[in-house]
């Protein structure tokens, strides 16, 4: 497996939402983004026609519409050769269409393209322009520009993309346990070599397997190769290996990881953290009120 160091690791999400089915966020750097849907959405044109423009640029930039968009963007000063950043979050790899360019082709679909109505573009134009696209970004992800991205966002983008090649037909506990990671992190709990929470995840859940014979139900777990950064002092052991799951058993497991791992097991792993320092108080109580009530809410409204 190939390590990837932090020189090499790319922008990442830290701050994102999809308010009225509008995704949208906020990159590691503080760029704010739209995705190339959301884009398309305020533009009011096809998801395919933001998808060719980006992803075509070094053609398209010569067409009649490439043009025009590209003046807009020498307007805005914006000199970079992609209209996209090739970012990262919990979910994956995408898109990122940075803030000028978001402006400068929502400009164009709202004063100079002819082959689609106007007014979607136009009033979502104005809405922009008047409280920027940049606070308005902010605004909707909740996010603070001032807040310093510590180390813990690092770690964690670093172990995310060094393990990001698991089997289609298997689940890691590591990925799983994303939001559960992203949500510590913004409870302030400190992520690094002392903190991982899927160490304890994965030793219950795997118990739980064994126990209930879990293997005759879904078919065998298998071993798969596990690499942490060069910041852990894990790493020093090389590549390790941990449990991957059949994929069709997902579904027992979130609902044991929110009904009884989170429930049962979490504020006892927390309370450690407590201890060591690694999270206040009131900041895991906080967390567990996250990571708790809506997540019970919503599996007792979509029992049958």
């Known amino acids: 497996m190939q390590l990837i160091n932090q020189q090499n690791l790319g922008l990442f999400s830290i701050a994102e939402t999809n308010t009225n ?3 949208m966020g906020v990159l590691s750097d503080g760029t704010p983004y739209l995705t190339v849907r959301g884009l398309a959405k305020v533009c009011g044109v096809e998801h395919t026609s933001i998808l060719r423009l980006v992803q075509k640029w070094s053609e398209e930039q010569h067409t009649p519409r490439g043009r ?3 003046d807009l963007l020498v307007a805005q000063d914006y000199n970079q050769p992609e209209l996209y950043i090739n970012a990262s979050s919990i979910h994956g790899g995408f898109f990122a269409i940075p803030d000028a360019v978001c402006m400068a082709i929502l400009e164009y679909y709202s004063f100079d393209a002819e082959e689609t109505n106007k007014e979607i573009a136009r009033t979502n134009y104005r809405i922009l322009a008047r409280s920027s696209f940049k606070l ?3 605004n909707q ?3 603070n520009p001032n807040q310093k991205i510590d180390d813990s966002w690092q770690a964690f983008h670093e172990r995310l993309l060094l393990n990001d090649n698991i089997p289609i037909n298997y689940f890691s506990i590591f990925k799983e346990l994303s939001t559960v990671i992203v949500n510590m992190i913004r409870g302030g709990c400190k992520i690094d070599d002392t903190t991982v929470p899927d160490i304890s995840v994965g030793q219950i859940w795997s118990r739980y397997w064994t126990q209930n014979k879990l293997d005759d139900s879904f078919g065998e777990r298998c071993k798969f190769p596990h690499v942490y950064p060069d910041t852990f002092r894990q790493s020093s ?5 941990a449990w991957i799951y059949p994929a069709n058993s ?3 497991f979130r609902k044991w990881l929110y009904e009884v791992y989170l429930m049962e097991k979490f504020p ?3 309370n450690t953290k407590v201890t060591s320092g690694a999270i206040v108080a009131p900041d895991a109580s906080k967390l567990l009120d996250v ?4 997540v019970l809410n919503s599996q007792t409204n979509s029992e049958p």
């Open 21 to 23: 089915d509008l995704p």
């Open 68 to 70: 025009k968009i590209l």
């Open 136 to 138: 308005y970004v902010y």
């Open 141 to 143: 992800c909740n996010y």
């Open 237 to 241: 052991g090389g590549e390790y290996e």
């Open 250 to 252: 997902l579904g027992v």
């Open 268 to 270: 006892k792993y927390l």
């Open 291 to 294: 990571l708790q009530k809506p």
